[in-house]
């Protein structure tokens, strides 16, 4: 098992350009979560997709930020267009369907970071 | 604010000492977990306790949850360097269709 796939590990763009994160979840694997770490906000819950539907994306801060997952091995985060305060680690999680206390599987995250 | 708050934020010991890390939330949970960060990688589930378990263990960590006190705390015994991490809690309050908040977290050292 590979485990959480992201791409890229690093990302450095200009302001108002577009950023798009990419993730390869676990196969098997029924639900997909996007989570943004900062220094000062912590792990936040952008937007979380249940058998590729989205189910609550409350967490998206802006219109600037929109998530699809096209199949059940594929999801992408955009941001366009990119802010400096978008600068942050982002990550991708999957876990199996079930009780709510089956554990989240992280990938090792894309490091965002927008000048 | 988050669900889970961690204490203390930071904490330094030597190795073999043992290590315990607290955490309060708000609301009724289902269910609390433990996760550890390194340095630049995700998170890695470390351990899970239901509502109804007072402590559990796996290896050298040791779970407990006190309901009533809305706690729990994580004790790493007999640390090692290679436990330096960031450590986080995660609840699902109880009825909630919300998924997994996490704390601030522990930034737990431990000195060769």
């Known amino acids: 098992d590979a485990g959480v796939i992201q791409s890229p590990r690093h990302e450095v763009t200009e302001m108002g350009q577009e950023v798009t994160l990419r993730c390869k979840p676990i196969?098997?694997?029924?639900?997909l979560f996007w989570y943004r770490q900062t220094m000062m906000r912590g792990l936040e819950l952008l937007i979380y997709?249940?058998?590729?539907?989205?189910?609550?994306d409350s967490g998206m801060p802006e219109d600037r930020f929109s998530a699809k997952m096209p199949n059940a091995s594929f999801s992408t985060l955009k941001i366009q267009p990119s802010e400096p305060r978008d600068s942050a680690v982002y990550f991708c999680?999957?876990?199996?369907?079930?009780?709510?206390?089956?554990?989240?599987?992280f990938g090792n995250g894309t490091r965002l970071t927008v000048t | 604010s988050q669900q889970g708050e961690e204490d203390p934020q930071a904490l330094s010991i030597q190795e073999g000492e043992n290590a315990t890390m607290n955490c309060s939330y708000k609301?009724?949970?289902?269910?609390l977990q433990w996760y550890r960060q390194n340095s630049g990688r995700g998170l890695v589930h470390l351990i899970l306790?239901?509502?109804?378990?007072r402590e559990k263990h796996s290896g050298r960590l040791r779970v407990t949850l006190d309901t009533s006190k809305k706690s729990s705390s994580l004790l790493i015994t007999a640390s090692r360097a290679a436990d330096t991490a960031s450590y986080f809690c995660?609840?699902?309050?109880?009825?909630?269709?919300?998924?997994?908040?996490f704390g601030s977290g522990t930034q737990l050292t431990v000195l060769p």
């Open positions: 999680a999957s876990k199996e369907e079930g009780l709510a206390g089956s554990p989240l599987h």
């Open positions: 196969s098997g694997h029924d639900y």
């Open positions: 997709f249940n058998n590729n539907v989205p189910i609550d």
């Open positions: 609301t009724s949970i289902n269910n």
């Open positions: 306790i239901r509502s109804n378990e």
């Open positions: 995660a609840t699902v309050p109880t009825g909630s269709a919300r998924q997994l908040t």
